[in-house]
């Protein structure tokens, strides 16, 4: 859906604004047919059925006929105004937040005089931009609507869900400590093995430093998913601990050990003295604890044949 736009004062200005991609546009007219169609035949049917307990058949078809048709028609409209509804639930927030200032402007201002309607507006938008935690908590949230934007041009504009064209449906957001968190619903033709490739081209389109995405439910249910924006990093800071303040350094009790000798050679009182393996350990620190540059062999106790 696209629409001509006019230059004023010079001449008609050639061009279109882009509001639903053809794509998109084919898709849910096919959708709408089909919807249609299947849905006035199976309602056709059931209101048919019930009705011919209680007249002649054909009278009973002639009920259901307009009965299928509205509904059909309900159906049919429900899967073409999809996309738009879609758009719409994409900028929710955002005409709420308009329609919000400007009625809110214009109930205070038909309220109130001139002088305390500008004072009401100064104190509203001076405290946020005063208070640093009042303008850090706002700054937060308009980032979880501006992430949730930036998410829908990756799929849109490099993450190609399917060739019908449809968008995942972008759930809600909210502040983190280190940035924000988005809830997603996938369509068909995308999987979390998918998006986890992508993580560095997701990170630079919301202007983060790093993306995390994983199963958002315990369900395990794998179309829905958690993106977590990284924006900063909180852990870097440094903490002075009070547990410090609460050691008594005064009686701290001393343990006083002897020295002992540090081993020098293996010590093995269990094994045999004639053992092979001590012959070879005493060789090997020719007694007196340094090892020589070349070990000494081993002498074979046992016979080549071990059957005989």
């Not at 009920?63 to 429900?78: D, E, H, R, S």
């Not at 009625?103 to 001139?114: D, K, Q």
Request: charged letters at 15%.
């Amino acid at each position: 859906m696209s629409k001509s736009t006019r230059g004023f004062g010079f001449g008609r200005k050639s061009g279109t604004v882009t509001v639903i991609e053809q794509k998109v546009s084919r898709s849910s007219a096919r959708n709408a047919r089909i919807a249609f169609i299947i849905t006035a035949i199976i309602v056709g049917l059931l209101a048919m059925s019930v009705a011919s307990d209680q007249m002649h058949p054909i009278l009973a078809g002639l009920l259901a006929a307009p009965i299928a048709f509205v509904a059909g028609a309900l159906l049919w409209m429900l899967f073409r105004i999809w996309p738009v509804l879609r758009i719409l639930w994409w900028w929710t927030p955002e005409i709420g937040a308009g329609l919000a200032l400007v009625y809110g402007w214009i109930t205070l201002a038909n309220t109130t005089p001139a002088p305390v309607t500008f004072a009401i507006m100064a104190i509203l938008a001076g405290v946020p931009a005063a208070v640093p935690a009042i303008r850090r908590r706002i700054t937060a949230l308009a980032w979880c609507f501006i992430v949730r934007h930036r998410l829908r041009v990756c799929f849109s504009q490099f993450i190609i869900a399917n060739k019908s064209g449809s968008l995942p449906l972008i759930l809600w957001a909210r502040p983190t400590p280190v940035g924000e968190r988005v809830w997603v619903y996938l369509r068909p033709g995308l999987s979390l093995s998918r998006l986890q490739k992508r993580l560095d081209e997701i990170a630079v389109t919301c202007h983060a430093s790093s993306v995390l995405v994983e199963l958002a439910s315990d369900s395990k249910k794998a179309a829905y998913l958690r993106f977590d924006i990284k924006r900063r990093e909180v852990l870097t800071a440094k903490v002075n601990s009070p547990l410090l303040s609460v050691i008594d350094t005064t009686n701290i009790p001393t343990a006083s050990t002897a020295p002992t000798d540090v081993p020098t050679a293996l010590d093995l009182p269990d094994v045999p003295a004639e053992s092979p393996l001590v012959t070879a350990t005493k060789s090997a620190t020719n007694g007196n604890g340094k090892k020589p540059t070349k070990a000494a062999p081993v002498a074979n106790t046992f016979d080549d044949d071990p059957w005989d």
